[in-house]
């Protein structure tokens, strides 16, 4: 299984940027998956899951300022953050799992890619 994000930039305080995590060596499709963060000093936190119904999740500090996505037949998942704020800086990462209790729980999560930085500047 490989999962690899792109799309991280640096942007200033109310820009938007795309992040791509795309995915092999697995069912996709069948796999719950997640986008979660980590800023340093700090633990690693879920900002959004999506099911295999295509049912989504966000944290509340991302409600109403990403969007999370994916696309089955190219094995991608997507998060669009617009109205990015600093406190969004952090490097981010996608994650795959067959079927978490929690799907924002990172611990629930099999498979990581490296992870893909974003920082906002005020």
């Known amino acids: 299984v490989v999962l690899v994000e792109s799309g991280g930039d640096s942007v200033q305080s109310g820009g938007s940027l795309r992040l791509s995590c795309t995915a092999s060596g697995y069912t996709f499709s069948s796999y719950y998956m997640g986008w979660f963060r980590q800023a340093p000093g700090k633990e690693r936190e879920g900002v959004a899951g999506i099911n295999i119904y295509e049912q989504t999740t966000y944290a509340d500090s991302v409600k109403g300022r990403f969007t999370i996505s994916r696309d089955n037949a190219e094995k991608t998942l997507y998060l669009q953050m617009d109205n990015l704020k600093p406190e969004d800086t952090a490097m981010y990462y996608c994650?795959?799992?067959?079927?978490?209790?929690?799907?924002?729980?990172?611990?629930?999560?099999?498979?990581w890619g490296q992870g893909t930085q974003v920082t906002v500047s005020s």
């Open positions: 994650a795959s799992t067959p079927r978490p209790l929690r799907i924002l729980n990172p611990h629930e999560y099999t498979f």
